[in-house]
């Protein structure tokens, strides 16, 4: 059964720092590309970050760049977020979410698997 | 970018109803197109890949039609599991652009 379990959300005051994880099992976890999606309280979904299967390549929202990282661990079936210079407009649920392929190149390319998400709040 | 517009933003329709859901990107993205159902403090589920594939497990009351700009989720028969917010999302680049989303209540 494919798992993921995303961690480390909180509150965090405006310039601050985070580093979400979320650990997969019940897949090969190298051989998908993994995202972040993200959703601010009562509002749609947005695709912010995502990373090839080897990490090779990564790819990001205009929203986050500079600000944002994506990496993972393969040897550890782990995701990571790595969130700097927060705003208030970053507050929302975190998910991440599991890719059908090894790439986010163009094709019929969809988010089979999605964590619970983990909340982050940046406020003062 | 491309940008996703889905309409209606809501709707409301009684079980039994059949209900239609539109989404239009900005340009031509071929059948690179996704729909998901969220319900209320969970995780989206990814209903239609592929603009008209329908995902495993997933009730064939759900359909998706369309392609280039242009597509259309179908509920055929709506189920009180239904009511839901459903989205689109685009993948024929990154960003993978969502619609702002549909929100489905009850009449």
């Known amino acids: 059964e494919v798992q993921l379990v995303e961690s480390g959300g909180g509150l965090v005051q405006p310039g601050g720092s985070l580093r979400l994880s979320c650990t997969a099992s019940g897949f090969t976890f190298r051989s998908y590309a993994m995202s972040w999606v993200r959703q601010a309280p009562g509002k749609g979904l947005e695709w912010v970050l995502g990373?090839?299967?080897?990490?090779?390549?990564?790819y990001n929202a205009d929203s986050v760049k500079g600000r944002f990282i994506i990496s993972r661990d393969n040897s550890k079936d782990t995701l990571y977020l790595q969130m700097d210079s927060l705003r208030a407009e970053d507050t929302a649920i975190y998910y991440c979410?599991?890719?059908?392929?090894?790439?986010?190149?163009?094709?019929?390319?969809?988010?089979?698997?999605w964590g619970q998400g983990t909340p982050v709040t940046v406020s003062s | 970018d491309i940008q996703m517009t889905q309409s209606p933003s809501s709707l409301s329709a009684s079980v039994g109803d059949r209900v239609t859901i539109t989404c239009r990107a900005s340009q031509s993205i071929s059948n690179f197109l996704n729909w998901y159902q969220q319900k209320p403090g969970k995780a989206p589920k990814l209903l239609i890949y592929g603009a008209s594939s329908l995902q495993s497990g997933v009730p064939s009351r759900f359909s998706g039609s369309g392609s280039r700009a242009d597509f259309t989720l179908t509920i055929n028969s709506l189920q009180p599991e239904d009511f839901a917010t459903y989205y689109c999302q685009q993948s024929y680049s990154t960003p993978r652009t969502f619609g702002q989303g549909t929100k489905v209540e009850i009449k």
């Open positions: 979410a599991k890719d059908n392929g090894p790439t986010m190149v163009r094709g019929i390319a969809y988010f089979d698997f």
């Open positions: 990373i090839s299967g080897t990490g090779g390549n990564t």
